[in-house]
């Protein structure tokens, strides 16, 4: 699974890179929101962490032009902004999820794992099969002949390669 992260605070966007990483995603960071709109725009992404505050175009202006330019890449706002109002603006604009700063990191994964789920289309991702094998990139279950074969993270990211 591919995500772009487009967060202007580099510890943060580092922090979020390496945590995603070592949970077996493939990540790119973008530090501004220009930059992040042409990344998501020429980049086959599987979801989009997007914070609001970026400099050069803010993540609201970001999101309305990635869905008025027809992309449907699942969007989770991640912003300090959480008040109702942001809230709503957010996911009337085009996010299909929103998490206020501060977060815990494992929320922050289960979100991403529901919208992953979902996938672009809003319905669940089909399994990918090979001969008896098969592996749920949504909820990372693997399963050979009837029986759950445990992974860790790197092996989740290498055996969706290969099987795609």
Known sequence: MRLLIVEDELKLAGLLRE??????????????????EFLALTNDYDAIVLDLLLPRRDGREVCRRLRT??????ILMLTALDSVNDRVAGLDGGADDYLAKPFAF???L???RVLLRRGATGSAEPLLRVGDLSYDPATRACVRAGRSIPLVAREHGLLEYFMR
């Open 19 to 36: 945590g995603l990483t070592q949970a077996g995603y493939a990540v790119d960071t973008a530090d501004d929101g220009v930059q992040g």
């Open 69 to 74: 330019a027809g992309l449907a890449t699942p």
């Open 106 to 108: 494992a929320e922050l």
């Open 110 to 112: 289960a979100r991403l």
